[in-house]
């Protein structure tokens, strides 16, 4: 079986490869395609990869390559995992959009919007790609926005896009381990769109253990969540918010400890990456162990602001490992190769799963997957305050769609202006300005 990942020089491929050397099934992936525009990058993850194969004998192969068409044909899983302007892209959407006073993160608000007007038309001409050079591939989007760019992708490839997330599996299991449960044998009733759900109930034996665990303060310090919502605000809603939904329910101080560190999230990453690249040009270098130290300083700063202005203090050891992002994409694929069915919680088509949103509209809500992709199931509504939030993004999520497709730069403000954490169409019409004059791939929307 041959998998090509999109982005196959990106720092986190290794945490994909790592989860594939662990299968050894029948059907499992045999070759594993590397695709990238940056030859440097390839040859350095390529290392990287090559190290993690040693002493593993069925260890998949491995073909790096910078054209295309060639990674895409005859593919039968396509990860995408790009990033158009690179992590420097990410710090100008983060400087933009603080130096107006609001948040520039990555996947929310204005830094989300930028970055969704970048990367959409790439992912729409990947997707028309992957139709016509590979129309049986499954294609699985780890590409952020992941809802929003998956729903770009899903105007032409139908059901064979899936989104995922490791944020909502990662709550989940916190959240069963704070209840003494066991994360495996768990269902979570959880809903949204990506980056803003809600853990409404965590069933174990058919039975809702979650309204236990909001009753006890206790039990919510004991896990990251609950010390960043606070029990307060928990209790209040009734649920468990997704962790970014903390730049919502917190704005004003999420953007002015932004506002005040000494380098934003996208620059420190983009320093740090700069450095680990140059680094494996160097001869005599431990690739593995290299990135392996990377990655844990990575992940253990992640979020580290929010963390700071909730007093939630350091992350957990078990949640520095790995088995995020990479678990979902191996059981996802696992159960669409192989027909072996599993519950994961994904970004598809709406059908009637959420009756506030139209049927193709993305959301990210718990799936029976099989041989046939994806099915999203029915979850109860929404309360208001989730409504508001999730129709709000949602009319976003569709501005920039529109921007994308059209060129039209008041399509572009219009996605600015609606957004909760913007709020301004005088601001907004200044980020379109800024955000045009700093990124290159955003010269296709029109002047006034």
Same mark, same amino acid.
């Given at each position: 079986?041959?998998?090509?990942?999109?982005?196959?020089?990106?720092?986190?491929?290794?945490?994909?490869?790592?989860?594939?050397?662990?299968?050894?099934?029948?059907? !499992?992936?045999?070759?594993? %395609?590397?695709?990238?525009?940056?030859?440097?990058?390839?040859?350095?993850?390529?290392?990287?990869?090559?190290?993690?194969?040693? =002493? $593993?004998?069925?260890?998949?192969?491995?073909?790096?390559?910078?054209?295309?068409?060639?990674?895409?044909?005859?593919?039968?899983?396509?990860?995408?995992?790009?990033?158009?302007?690179?992590?420097?892209?990410?710090?100008?959407? +983060?400087?933009?959009?603080?130096?107006?006073?609001?948040?520039?993160?990555?996947?929310?608000?204005? =830094?989300? %919007?930028?970055?969704?007007?970048?990367?959409?038309?790439?992912? *729409?001409?990947?997707?028309?790609?992957?139709?016509?050079?590979?129309?049986?591939?499954?294609?699985?989007?780890?590409?952020?926005?992941?809802?929003?760019?998956?729903?770009?992708?899903?105007?032409?490839?139908?059901?064979?896009?899936?989104? %995922?997330?490791?944020?909502?599996?990662?709550?989940?299991? !916190?959240?069963?381990?704070?209840?003494?449960?066991?994360?495996?044998?768990?269902?979570?009733?959880?809903?949204?769109?990506?980056?803003?759900?809600?853990?409404?109930?965590?069933?174990?034996?058919?039975?809702?253990?979650?309204?236990?665990?909001?009753?006890?303060?206790?039990?919510?310090?004991?896990?990251?969540?609950?010390?960043?919502?606070?029990? +307060?605000?928990?209790?209040?809603?009734?649920?468990?918010?997704? @962790?970014?939904?903390?730049?919502?329910?917190?704005?004003?101080?999420?953007?002015?400890?932004?506002?005040?560190?000494?380098?934003?999230?996208?620059?420190?990453?983009?320093?740090?990456?700069?450095?680990?690249?140059?680094?494996?040009?160097?001869?005599?270098?431990?690739?593995?162990?290299?990135?392996?130290?990377?990655?844990?300083?990575?992940?253990?700063?992640?979020?580290? @602001?929010?963390?700071?202005?909730? =007093?939630?203090?350091?992350? @957990? @050891?078990?949640?520095?490992?790995?088995?995020?992002?990479?678990?979902?994409?191996?059981?996802?694929?696992?159960?669409?190769?192989?027909?072996?069915?599993?519950?994961?919680?994904?970004?598809?088509?709406?059908?009637?799963?959420?009756?506030?949103?139209?049927?193709?509209?993305?959301?990210?809500?718990?799936?029976? $997957?099989?041989?046939?992709?994806?099915?999203?199931?029915?979850?109860?509504?929404?309360?208001?305050?989730?409504?508001?939030?999730?129709?709000?993004?949602?009319? *976003?999520? !569709?501005?920039?769609? &529109?921007?994308?497709?059209?060129?039209? !730069?008041?399509?572009?403000?219009?996605?600015?202006?609606?957004?909760?954490?913007?709020?301004?169409?005088? *601001?907004?019409?200044?980020?379109?300005?800024?955000?045009? &004059?700093?990124?290159?791939?955003?010269?296709?929307?029109?002047?006034?």
């Amino acid at each position: 079986m041959k998998l090509t990942i999109l982005g196959g020089g990106g720092f986190r491929v290794p945490l994909v490869y790592g989860a594939l050397l662990g299968d050894h099934a029948e059907g !499992r992936v045999s070759q594993v %395609i590397l695709y990238d525009t940056d030859a440097d990058r390839l040859t350095a993850v390529a290392r990287v990869l090559d190290e993690q194969a040693r =002493g $593993v004998p069925d260890a998949p192969a491995v073909v790096a390559t910078t054209e295309l068409d060639e990674a895409l044909r005859g593919a039968d899983f396509v990860f995408s995992a790009i990033r158009v302007g690179g992590l420097a892209g990410r710090a100008a959407d +983060e400087r933009v959009a603080l130096g107006l006073g609001v948040l520039g993160q990555e996947t929310v608000g204005a =830094g989300g %919007i930028a970055y969704g007007l970048r990367t959409v038309p790439v992912a *729409v001409d990947l997707a028309r790609r992957i139709a016509r050079l590979a129309p049986h591939a499954w294609v699985i989007n780890f590409t952020n926005p992941a809802g929003l760019v998956t729903e770009a992708m899903s105007r032409h490839l139908g059901d064979r896009v899936i989104g %995922i997330c490791d944020s909502p599996v990662g709550l989940g299991r !916190r959240i069963a381990r704070a209840l003494g449960a066991d994360p495996d044998r768990a269902w979570i009733d959880y809903a949204g769109l990506n980056h803003l759900g809600w853990v409404r109930g965590l069933y174990v034996d058919g039975r809702d253990e979650l309204p236990r665990l909001l009753a006890d303060p206790g039990l919510l310090g004991t896990f990251e969540e609950g010390r960043l919502f606070g029990a +307060e605000l928990l209790g209040s809603l009734g649920a468990i918010p997704n @962790e970014y939904l903390h730049y919502y329910y917190f704005n004003r101080e999420a953007v002015r400890a932004y506002q005040e560190a000494g380098q934003t999230r996208g620059a420190f990453l983009r320093d740090q990456q700069e450095g680990f690249y140059a680094r494996m040009r160097e001869p005599g270098t431990s690739a593995l162990s290299t990135w392996d130290r990377t990655r844990a300083e990575r992940e253990a700063t992640y979020m580290a @602001e929010n963390r700071d202005v909730a =007093g939630a203090g350091e992350r @957990e @050891e078990s949640d520095l490992k790995s088995g995020g992002y990479e678990r979902v994409a191996l059981a996802l694929m696992r159960a669409i190769a192989r027909n072996e069915r599993t519950s994961l919680i994904l970004n598809v088509r709406n059908r009637t799963a959420l009756p506030v949103l139209d049927a193709d509209a993305v959301v990210e809500v718990p799936c029976l $997957v099989d041989a046939n992709g994806a099915h999203p199931v029915a979850v109860s509504p929404l309360p208001y305050h989730a409504v508001g939030l999730v129709t709000a993004v949602k009319a *976003v999520e !569709r501005a920039v769609l &529109e921007a994308a497709g059209s060129g039209s !730069r008041a399509a572009a403000v219009q996605a600015f202006a609606l957004h909760p954490l913007v709020d301004s169409v005088a *601001v907004a019409r200044r980020l379109v300005d800024g955000y045009t &004059e700093v990124h290159p791939q955003l010269a296709y929307l029109d002047r006034p």
